[in-house]
Every structure is written in structure tokens, then in C-alpha cells.
């Protein structure tokens, strides 16, 4: 043993919660430590899979921890916990042991509390790492509470009466300090029965939020002042923000087609859309997005993830008949981009987004303003921030009868951010925030 600080890392399910995790190892590296980023199998294996586990996890030990799950239906399957994971986690820390690098502390998701047990029983303290925003933490502080109230949770599967209620009904998440309306809770928790796992994991993570030692949060105290006070002094937690831990290592020889491509347009006249890892779109979505980027006459780099089609087709068979002839020299659509050189390139004017932390944040780094049209889980919580808090961008309208944006709303959206005039307050704000957040990490940040 060589007294060499050891923090085995565990991350939650889900990309932006990999690379989150991935950042603070390396951040952690560069101070000294020592650390072991530990997997669980079946969510190792659906991104390891997909080669998108973030090229920060070639240089830390990486464990692979059995925990005897079937092969996920679905995203939310990968939130389960059998009885064999606490198990088989206590295994990984005794033969680390073994080794003669004991753990000296656990880093875990917050969507991992339970592990709050597994600390306990090895005497180790336990940091809680919640790689969203302040705001959407003190809002799943309110989970249980909005259980009790029968908002979510229940069992028969119908939803409340209160959801349907046209009145706008504000929570509180931390008393007295931070509220949120009820039409921005995670549409992941509206419908579901207390036996789902995301639910479960959040329930978990709402009651043992007064027993970890520390909690880190991927923000900056300046983006969200209001609700890290709201958690220091009202909730009494101890909380760092450590945000931003961006992947800045952008390789300026770097060459490749889509940067290519993108060289050959005029500053800021590129839309960027892309909606992030793990949303899937109906067909009719992406009928309606094709025809709104072709109708917008604008630039566009388009994600299409073949994962995020439904089952049943490929992307030729969605979009209208003729459309890649007609926007062959506008348009450039990939399967997977290195975003952050994507948002780093000039010709890149605004980003269509679905507002996941990390593409919210990795906006903000490079100050590119956004087009908002949040999905899911903390999407809506995040686009009020960049809307109405921060103002660098603006929400996608969405006019269809079921809420969704029609091709006239896209095209619109588009052409109010990039254009000149109304473009001007998000473009300037987007910029303040670039150099707010390029001084955070620096005394007086
Ligand atoms: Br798509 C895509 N390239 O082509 P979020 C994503 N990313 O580098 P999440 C790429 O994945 P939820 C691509 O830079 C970001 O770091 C992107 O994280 C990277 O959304 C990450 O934005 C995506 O937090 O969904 O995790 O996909 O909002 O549900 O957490």
C-alpha cells in the first residue's frame, strides 16, 4: 500500500452519465489519484457495444462487474438491481484489496444511492456525483413527496387527474426555496407503477440524500446560484459544484468528412440538430424535422442515430421522396459526430437540440445558441434554464395537436436563430456565457 488516494468510480446507466463520470476520472487523475472506474455488465455492454464509451476510459482501470441481469428490454431495464450486485461490488473492493490498492472512497451516481450501503459496510465514505443540473436535483428530491400526493406512482397505470388539470400546479422540491411546475416532471415518472426500476432508483436517491458524504454537481455555482443555495443552506447538504468537466481535447489535425464539409460554409450559417444518445423518433417526426430543415433553406448537420428509427425502416424510407437529392450540397446527415468539434467549428451558428445536460453544457462551453425541444427526463427542466433563466436560446414551438413541432414550427425555429436580427440577443448571450464558464474553474470563477 503506497497511501495513494483510491476512488473507485461507478456510473449510472446511460451515456451523458458515462462520460460525466469519465471526466471527473480524469480530473481526479490530474490531482494525484488513483482510480477504478467499476461497470456494471449489462450497461457496460450496451455502450461498450455501441463504441461509444468515451476514449477517457482507456486510460483508468476498468472493472466489469457481474450483476445477473437479463438482456435489457429497455433503457429503463438497465435501472434494476438484483440481490448479486451488492454482492458481487463488495467482491470488486475485497479483491482490490487483495491487490494491495485498497478503495479509499466510492464515487457513485446518484441513480446508484443504493451503493450508499455498500460504503457503509466498508467503512469507506461515499461521494454522490449528479451529472445534471442543481435544478433537476432538487426537483427529484421531490419524488417521494409527489408520490405521497399521487402524481406519479401509480399502480393502476391511469394517469392522475391533477396532470390533465389545465391550471399551472407548482411544487416544492426544497421547502420554501425552490418549486417547479408540475408539467416539468420527467415524463419518464408520469405514468408508471412504483415497480418501475428509474422510479424506484430515484425513490432510493431522494431518502438516502442525507447519508453520503458529499455530493458533486456537474454545473457551475453561476448558472444555478438560487438552487445550490437552496441545497447548502435549506437542505443541508454538502454540495461541490465541479462543473464544467468538458472532453476539450479537440484535435485541431483532426480531418474528417464532416468537418470537411462544414469548412465549406459561411460563418454561423449551419444548423446543428441532434438529440443526443438515446432518443428514439416516430416516423412521423422525422417526416416533419426533414421537411422543416429543408423548408428552413438553411445549413443543416443532422444526427440520425440508426438506433433513434423506429424498428421498422431506414431513414430513406422517412423522409420525403426526393429529399437527399434536393439537399445534397445544404444538408449533411451522420450517424454520429464528435460533437464537440461539431459545436467548435465556426460555420456552426445555432444547435437544435433535445437539451441533455451535457449537449446543454458543451452549447454553453463553446457559445453556440440553442433551439430548444426537450424530449424527456430533466430535457424540459434544462430548456427553461437556456430560455427563460439564461436566455441563450429559444424554444421550438410546437403546434401540432399531440404537442409536437410541426415542419412550419421547425422551419421557423431555425430561421429566428440564425438570422441576424432576432438571432442577435441569444448569439450575444451565448457568448457572455462562453466566457463565464471558460473563467469557472479558476480562482474567482
Ligand atoms: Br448523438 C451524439 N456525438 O453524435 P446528453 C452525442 N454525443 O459526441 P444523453 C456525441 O453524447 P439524456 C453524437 O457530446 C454529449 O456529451 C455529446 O449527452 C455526446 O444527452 C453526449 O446531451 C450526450 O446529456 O441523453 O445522455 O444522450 O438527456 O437522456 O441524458
Not at 458481487?88 to 490498492?101: E, I, K
Not at 461515499?126 to 406519479?152: F, K
Not at 443526443?276 to 417526426?285: I, L
Amino acid at each position: 500500500m503506497d497511501g495513494q488516494p483510491h476512488a473507485v468510480l461507478l456510473p449510472g446507466p446511460g451515456l451523458g452519465h458515462v462520460n460525466g463520470m469519465a471526466l471527473l476520472a480524469k480530473a481526479l487523475l490530474s490531482v494525484g489519484f488513483r482510480v477504478t472506474m467499476a461497470f456494471f455488465e449489462r450497461s457496460y455492454r450496451t455502450h461498450a457495444s455501441k463504441g461509444r464509451l468515451t476514449k477517457l476510459c482507456d486510460s483508468v482501470r476498468v472493472e466489469v462487474v457481474e450483476d445477473d441481469l437479463p438482456p435489457p428490454d429497455s433503457f429503463v431495464d438497465l435501472f434494476r438491481v438484483t440481490s448479486s450486485m451488492p454482492r458481487n461490488l463488495l467482491l470488486l473492493f475485497n479483491s482490490l484489496s487483495t491487490q494491495q490498492q485498497p478503495a479509499t472512497c466510492l464515487v457513485s451516481d446518484s441513480i446508484m444511492a443504493w451503493t450508499q450501503h455498500v460504503a457503509d459496510e466498508l467503512g469507506i465514505p461515499r461521494v454522490e456525483y449528479w451529472t445534471a443540473s442543481a435544478t433537476a436535483y432538487t426537483a427529484s428530491l421531490a419524488v417521494p413527496d409527489l408520490i405521497r400526493q399521487g402524481y406519479v406512482g401509480s399502480h393502476t397505470g391511469e394517469v392522475p387527474k391533477s396532470w390533465k388539470s389545465k391550471e399551472p400546479v407548482f411544487l416544492d422540491c426544497v421547502p420554501g426555496h425552490t418549486s417547479f411546475p408540475l408539467d416539468e416532471i420527467p415524463t419518464d415518472f408520469r405514468y408508471v407503477s412504483m415497480e418501475d426500476p428509474l422510479l424506484q432508483r430515484f425513490v432510493e436517491m431522494a431518502n438516502l440524500a442525507n447519508r453520503f458524504d458529499c455530493l458533486f454537481i456537474h454545473s457551475v455555482m453561476e448558472l444555478e446560484s438560487h438552487a445550490f443555495q437552496a441545497l447548502q443552506h435549506v437542505a443541508h447538504l454538502e454540495v461541490y459544484p465541479i462543473g464544467p468537466l468538458i472532453n476539450q481535447s479537440i484535435d485541431a489535425t483532426l480531418t474528417n468528412p464532416t468537418l470537411s464539409w462544414l469548412d465549406t460554409k459561411a460563418p454561423a450559417s449551419v444548423i446543428y440538430v441532434s438529440f443526443g444518445s438515446a432518443s428514439v423518433h416516430t416516423r412521423d417526426e422525422i417526416f416533419e424535422l426533414a421537411c422543416g430543415l429543408e423548408s428552413s433553406g438553411k445549413p443543416f448537420l443532422w444526427v440520425v442515430r440508426s438506433d433513434g428509427l423506429p424498428h421498422d425502416g431506414a431513414l430513406a424510407d422517412m423522409v420525403p421522396s426526393g429529399f437527399h437529392e434536393r439537399i445534397v450540397d445544404r444538408g449533411m446527415i451522420v450517424p454520429w459526430v464528435s460533437q464537440m468539434d461539431v459545436l467548435a467549428h465556426p460555420a456552426v451558428g445555432g444547435f437544435l437540440s433535445h437539451c441533455g445536460w451535457n449537449s446543454t453544457l458543451e452549447s454553453l462551453w463553446m457559445g453556440v445558441p440553442l433551439l430548444t425541444c426537450p424530449i424527456r427526463a430533466d430535457q424540459p427542466i434544462n430548456s427553461r434554464l437556456i430560455v427563460k433563466e439564461w436566455g441563450v436560446g429559444i424554444e421550438l414551438h410546437s403546434s401540432t395537436e399531440e404537442g409536437k413541432p410541426s415542419r412550419h414550427d421547425i422551419e421557423v425555429g431555425i430561421n429566428m436563430l440564425l438570422d441576424e436580427d432576432s438571432g442577435c440577443l441569444v448569439r450575444t448571450k451565448a457568448k457572455e456565457f462562453k466566457s463565464m464558464l471558460r473563467k469557472s474553474p479558476f480562482p474567482g470563477g
